[in-house]
């Protein structure tokens, strides 16, 4: 990386590329957990996997809000960030994680006997619409932290409109890879043929997306290449070893043989792989965002 020295050029201070330092492993951290719990409880609810949906709808709202307010600090602000859900991504994401928690629960009430309290017949026309509601604010969560990156224009690697598609796309791989694993060794099994095949293709779609960003941001400003050799030289071992090889590659194989051999700890092998995978993605993501260069004149 350049360095973050100032130069002095045509009676101007230059300060080089700098690196984000404010959103860490913490913020990743919530990421991951917002992404693969929306992700589990969409596909769970979908095909009626309704303890798994439980699970991811946990995941999702106790993981990421535990994580979220860790790296706030001081919990009790976190209230202003719904105050401009029509231009701020950060409040329309926790306007989503509201209606995803108490919908959420509206949503699977019919299922577990400690929420028959909440009057919804399974079928209903309600709980139809509560059902509705509560996978279009997951469908938000999965979604909304690659809104949250792609919206800062300081930031040329993260701006960008395939982020939201690559955070959705993994969210969905997560989901389905977590759904199957749980199926399996639960005996439920639901859906278990279409969702490996659609988890393989999830494998190969994320890393056609992937590569997509990437040549992206090559061929965009000098900032957001300038992020990429960074993402590629100085964390190359976790991003080609972590995200590329265990996190896409290793877990197809992995998948394949499954669907050859039906053994249950292969599962727990390509759900551990693809975890990695994508926390370490978005991570590393997050650790290359640079700043561009600042230049101040000098005033005499």
Known sequence: MASNQPLTVDKAFVMGYRA????????????????????????ALLTTFYDAALLGLFIAVIGKGAAHLAYLGKPLRCWRMLAHPQTSWISRGLWAMMVLSMFGLMALAPFFWWLQWIPLAN??????????????????????????????????????????????????????????????????????????????????????????????????????????????????????????????????????????TQEPWLLVLVALGDVTGHYLLFYLLLKAGLFPPTILRIVR
């Open 20 to 43: 984000q330092t404010q959103w860490n492993w913490l913020i990743a951290t919530a990421f991951l957990l917002g992404k693969l719990g929306a992700g589990l409880f969409a596909v």
């Open 123 to 260: 079928g209903s026309a309600a709980w139809q619409g509560v059902w509705t509601i509560t996978l279009l604010a997951a469908l938000v969560v999965m979604v909304y932290d690659g809104f949250v990156m792609a919206t800062s224009p300081a930031m040329a690697l993260w701006h960008t409109a395939l982020l939201p598609v690559l955070a959705f796309c993994y969210a969905l791989l997560g989901g389905v890879t977590l759904h199957l694993t749980l199926s399996v060794w639960s005996g439920a099994r639901p859906e278990s043929a279409f969702l490996e095949l659609t988890g393989f293709a999830l494998f190969a779609l994320n890393l056609l997306i992937l590569a997509t960003y990437l040549g992206t941001m090559l061929n965009s400003n000098a900032a957001a290449r300038r992020g990429v050799q960074v993402l590629l030289s100085q964390y190359r071992l976790p991003f080609f070893g972590g995200v590329i090889l265990v996190g896409l590659m290793a877990t197809a194989v992995l998948s394949l043989l499954f669907a050859a």
